[in-house]
């Protein structure tokens, strides 16, 4: 059955662009974050009284422990693309006669085992790194990488956003402004394309989805796509509300993505295992599904506690509440972005 939203849906970009211009996507956000939109700086601290947020003020603090002892993971996915993971996001290193491409840089402290794992792929020097969003588990590692060399590009929201201090509502989490060395030297508000070690390689914004600063990027020889965090691969996703996220921008997102994908594209999602096509299909069906049941509480009047105690996750979660974020988590951030 085809719903109102896949219909709406189904127009991909060309919707995407009648609902900004109509004011669709920022009139359904708080009046904060449609001011954090206009002008993207940091959302003013505030209490969420929302019953399902997750407060975790020390993520940060845990998230850099772990990656002091994690061992890297590479998996071949050509003869020149390699998937890393173990600190932070998932990270894509492209090698050859250029040098080093990497995208993402995962967290600080593991920094020192990212470099090791990329040191056995070749011997060239890092050269562009590219930061899918701003979240600091797939940038704090940009500023050592900064200083060995890497020249870094993103959204121009991703320079915005690490330029000064964050809050993120879902965890009550306070996140400082970066330094210098961190920040993208170029950033691009819709689209980049590069062609490096003899690949096209295309960095393409998708507008108002994890945050407001998501890009995906496809190897066009390789036949490889990064989603950023567009994609947890078989999880809620996080969608971060207080950076200008929304569930109808990321369906969009991942829309994007399918477009270019083929049934042999390798696909790395911001989190999880290594995907394809069918698994970023699934995924999206989940939130299209989500997305309409809550949409239909909350026009029919619902609270937001209403609509987590009508759970209408039950029947997906023992599919999908395999990551970080809850259901009713997840429920709160779809009502909330609706
Ligand atoms: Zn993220």
Redesign the pocket.
């Given at each position: 059955m085809t719903t109102r939203r896949d219909f709406l849906l189904q127009s991909g970009m060309a919707t995407a662009a009648a609902l900004l211009a109509r004011g669709d996507l920022t009139a359904q956000q708080t009046p904060a974050q449609s001011a954090t939109q206009q002008n993207p700086a940091p959302a003013p601290a505030q209490p969420n009284a929302n019953p399902a947020v997750q407060p975790n003020p020390g993520l940060l603090e845990k998230l850099r422990a772990a990656a002091s002892d994690e061992t890297i993971k590479t998996t071949k996915l050509t003869d020149t693309i390699f998937l890393l993971q173990g600190v932070g996001?998932n990270i894509v290193c492209q090698i050859g006669p250029d040098g080093k491409l990497l995208i993402d840089s995962g967290i600080d402290t593991g920094t020192h085992h990212l470099l090791d794992a990329l040191a056995k792929l070749d011997a060239h020097h890092l050269r562009v790194l590219i930061n899918?969003?701003?979240?600091f588990?797939?940038t704090s590692g940009n500023a050592e990488l900064h200083l060995e060399g890497a020249f870094i590009t993103a959204q121009d929201n991703t320079r915005v956003r690490l330029s000064s201090a964050q809050y993120m509502a879902v965890y009550d989490l306070h996140i400082p402004a970066t330094s210098d060395a961190a920040l993208p030297q170029e950033t691009f508000p819709e689209t980049q394309t590069l062609w490096v070690n003899n690949d096209q390689i295309d960095l393409v914004h998708a507008p108002f989805a994890?945050?407001d600063s998501?890009i995906f990027i496809h190897f066009n020889k390789g036949n490889v796509i990064h989603t950023?965090?567009l994609w947890f691969n078989g999880m809620y996703p996080?969608i971060?509300l207080s950076s200008g996220g929304s569930i109808n921008g990321m369906i969009r997102g991942v829309d994007q993505v399918l477009a270019l994908a083929d049934d042999r594209t390798k696909i790395v999602p911001?989190?999880g295992a290594l995907g394809d096509k069918a698994a970023l299909e699934a995924y999206r069906q989940m939130m299209v599904t989500v997305a309409d049941r809550v949409e239909k509480l909350k026009a029919t009047g619902n609270t937001v506690e209403q609509a987590i105690a009508a759970k209408p996750t039950a029947d997906l979660d023992a599919a999908w509440a395999k990551g970080s974020i809850e259901p009713n988590t997840f429920v709160a951030l779809v009502y909330d972005s609706l």
């Amino acid at each position: 059955m085809t719903t109102r939203r896949d219909f709406l849906l189904q127009s991909g970009m060309a919707t995407a662009a009648a609902l900004l211009a109509r004011g669709d996507l920022t009139a359904q956000q708080t009046p904060a974050q449609s001011a954090t939109q206009q002008n993207p700086a940091p959302a003013p601290a505030q209490p969420n009284a929302n019953p399902a947020v997750q407060p975790n003020p020390g993520l940060l603090e845990k998230l850099r422990a772990a990656a002091s002892d994690e061992t890297i993971k590479t998996t071949k996915l050509t003869d020149t693309i390699f998937l890393l993971q173990g600190v932070g996001g998932n990270i894509v290193c492209q090698i050859g006669p250029d040098g080093k491409l990497l995208i993402d840089s995962g967290i600080d402290t593991g920094t020192h085992h990212l470099l090791d794992a990329l040191a056995k792929l070749d011997a060239h020097h890092l050269r562009v790194l590219i930061n899918t969003h701003w979240h600091f588990d797939h940038t704090s590692g940009n500023a050592e990488l900064h200083l060995e060399g890497a020249f870094i590009t993103a959204q121009d929201n991703t320079r915005v956003r690490l330029s000064s201090a964050q809050y993120m509502a879902v965890y009550d989490l306070h996140i400082p402004a970066t330094s210098d060395a961190a920040l993208p030297q170029e950033t691009f508000p819709e689209t980049q394309t590069l062609w490096v070690n003899n690949d096209q390689i295309d960095l393409v914004h998708a507008p108002f989805a994890h945050t407001d600063s998501d890009i995906f990027i496809h190897f066009n020889k390789g036949n490889v796509i990064h989603t950023g965090d567009l994609w947890f691969n078989g999880m809620y996703p996080l969608i971060d509300l207080s950076s200008g996220g929304s569930i109808n921008g990321m369906i969009r997102g991942v829309d994007q993505v399918l477009a270019l994908a083929d049934d042999r594209t390798k696909i790395v999602p911001g989190h999880g295992a290594l995907g394809d096509k069918a698994a970023l299909e699934a995924y999206r069906q989940m939130m299209v599904t989500v997305a309409d049941r809550v949409e239909k509480l909350k026009a029919t009047g619902n609270t937001v506690e209403q609509a987590i105690a009508a759970k209408p996750t039950a029947d997906l979660d023992a599919a999908w509440a395999k990551g970080s974020i809850e259901p009713n988590t997840f429920v709160a951030l779809v009502y909330d972005s609706l």
